[in-house]
C-alpha cells in the first residue's frame, strides 16, 4: 500500500492543534459570562485553571492509550470529549449550573485537550525522522494560533447568537475538524524513512547532513527511571513557570512597570501571542541544526539576561521587546520537547513519555501565576519576581550542563571498547 503524504499528516495534526489551542482565547469570555450570570473572576477563571490541570493530568494518564490504539482512535477520542465538554459547557450556561460548568469545560474537556494535545505528536516524530523540530512545531504552532483565530471570531458570535449557542457552534465546528484530521492521520509503517533519506552504516542522512541516532529506545516506565527525564522535567517546568508568569501578569505590569496605557497594553498582550507562535516553529525547526540541548541552553541563558535588565527598564520599548523575546523561549520549548524525548528516549513510547513530561505544564500553570501574584502583594512591585524567576532560570541553565553531561556519559557507555594491544 501506497504510504500516506507525509504533509497532510503534518495538516491533519495542525487541524487538531488548531482546534484545542482555542481553549486559549478563554479569556473572551469571561466578560460575557459575568454579565450574563454574575459569576466572579474567580469562578469564570478556575473552570480554566481546571481545563489546564487536566489537560497535564489525562496526557499522563492516557499517554500509554495513545500509543496502544494509536493516533487516529486517541484523536476520534480526544474530538469527542473535547467537543462534548464545549457543548456541555452551553448547556450549563443555559441552565446557569456552575459546577456542571466546571465538569464539562474544565474536566471533560481538559482531558480532552490532554490526550488531544499528545495524540499527533508522536506520529509526526515518526514521519519527521529528518526534520523533527519543524514537525512538532507545525502541529504546536497550530495550538498557538488556535486562540488568534478563535478570539475575534467567538467575539463575533457572543455578540449575535448568544452564549451557550456560540459553545454549541464552537463544539460542532471543532469536532468536525478534528474528526477530518483523525480520519487521516496515522503512524508509518515499521522502519519508514522519507525519501532521499538514506541510510550509510548504522546513521541514515539526509542531504548530506547525518541524522544523529536516538540515544536511547525506552518505554515509558523505563524514561521516568532516568536521571534525563527528570532533568528534562525541571528544565520545562522552569521555562513554563517563566513564560506563563509574564502571560498572568502582563497588561498591569506593563502599566505599572514603563507606564503604558491600558490601550497599549492591551495591543501587547495581543501581539505577545504572535511571538509565543512564531517562537514554537522557528525554536523547532533551529533545533534541528543547533541540537535540542544547545536550543534550551540559549533559551535559559537569554532568559537569565532579560529577567536580570528588566527591574532597570524604563523604556516601553525595551520593556516589550524583552518580554517578546521571553514568549519566543516559552512557545520554542513546548514545540522542541516532543523532538528532544524522541532524542533522548527514541520513538517506541514517545506519546506516553510526552504525556508524563507535561505535568510539568499543570504544576507550572499554578506555580507561576501564584508565585508572581504572593510576591506582587507582598512588595508592592514586580522587580523582586523578576530577580526571583532568573534564579530559577540561572538553576534551569546548570540543569542544561547536567543533562549534558548525563547524555555524554551514557553516549560513552553505548561506545564500542577500544583493544589496545602490547607488544612485549
Not at 109 to 132: E, H, Q
Not at 375 to 397: C, E, H, P, V
Request: proline share 4%; glycine share 10%; aromatic share 12%.
Amino acid at each position: 500500500m501506497k504510504p500516506k503524504n507525509r504533509w497532510l499528516i503534518a495538516l491533519s495534526a495542525v487541524s487538531i492543534h488548531l482546534s484545542i489551542g482555542s481553549a486559549y482565547a478563554y479569556s473572551v469570555f469571561k466578560n460575557p459570562l459575568a454579565a450574563k450570570l454574575g459569576w466572579d473572576n474567580q469562578e469564570i477563571a478556575f473552570s480554566f485553571t481546571l481545563a489546564i490541570f487536566f489537560l497535564g493530568i489525562s496526557a499522563a494518564l492516557f499517554g500509554r492509550f495513545v500509543e496502544r490504539r494509536g493516533p487516529r482512535v486517541s484523536a476520534a477520542v480526544a474530538a469527542v470529549l473535547f467537543a462534548g465538554g464545549l457543548a456541555g459547557a452551553g448547556l450549563a450556561i443555559h441552565y446557569e449550573a456552575l459546577f456542571a460548568y466546571y465538569l464539562s469545560y474544565g474536566v471533560v474537556g481538559g482531558i480532552g485537550l490532554g490526550i488531544g494535545y499528545i495524540a499527533p505528536v508522536s506520529t509526526l516524530v515518526k514521519w519527521f525522522p529528518d526534520r523533527r523540530g519543524l514537525a512538532t512545531g507545525m502541529a504546536v504552532l497550530g495550538f498557538g494560533a488556535g486562540a488568534l483565530i478563535c478570539s475575534p471570531v467567538v467575539a463575533r458570535l457572543v455578540e449575535s447568537i448568544g452564549l451557550s449557542a456560540t459553545f454549541y457552534t464552537l463544539s460542532a465546528v471543532y469536532f468536525i475538524l478534528m474528526i477530518s484530521g483523525a480520519a487521516y492521520i496515522a503512524r508509518p509503517a515499521e522502519g519508514w524513512m522519507p525519501e532521499g533519506m538514506v541510510k550509510q552504516g548504522s546513521s541514515p542522512k539526509q542531504g548530506g547532513r547525518r541524522i544523529k541516532q536516538d540515544l536511547a529506545q525506552m518505554l515509558a516506565s523505563e524514561a521516568v527511571k532516568t536521571k534525563r527525564f527528570w532533568l528534562l522535567w525541571v528544565m520545562m517546568f522552569i521555562n513554563i513557570s517563566a513564560g506563563i508568569m509574564i502571560i498572568s501578569v502582563a497588561s498591569p505590569m506593563a502599566q505599572e512597570k514603563v507606564g503604558m496605557s491600558v490601550a497599549a497594553a492591551a495591543t501587547m498582550v495581543g501581539v505577545m501571542g504572535f511571538f509565543n507562535g512564531g517562537g514554537r516553529i522557528g525554536w523547532a525547526s533551529l533545533s534541528d541544526y543547533l541540537g535540542r540541548t544547545n536550543t534550551f541552553t540559549m533559551f535559559f541563558a537569554i532568559q537569565l539576561v532579560l529577567f536580570l535588565l528588566l527591574p532597570q527598564v524604563s523604556s516601553p520599548l525595551f520593556f516589550q521587546l524583552f518580554i517578546f523575546i521571553i514568549l519566543t523561549c516559552y512557545g520554542g520549548g513546548f514545540a522542541s520537547l516532543p523532538a528532544y524525548i524522541g532524542d533522548l528516549f527514541g520513538t517506541k513510547q514517545l506519546g506516553a513519555i510526552h504525556g508524563y513530561l507535561l505535568t510539568s505544564w499543570s504544576a507550572a500553570g499554578v506555580a507561576g501565576p501564584m508565585l508572581v501574584a504572593y510576591i506582587r502583594d507582598a512588595t508592592s512591585s514586580y522587580n523582586t519576581t523578576f530577580y526571583i524567576f532568573g534564579a530559577l532560570l540561572a538553576l534551569a541553565l546548570v540543569t542544561t550542563i547536567l543533562l549534558r553531561l548525563d547524555i555524554k556519559a551514557v553516549e560513552n557507555e553505548k561506545a564500542p571498547p577500544v583493544s589496545v594491544s602490547l607488544k612485549i
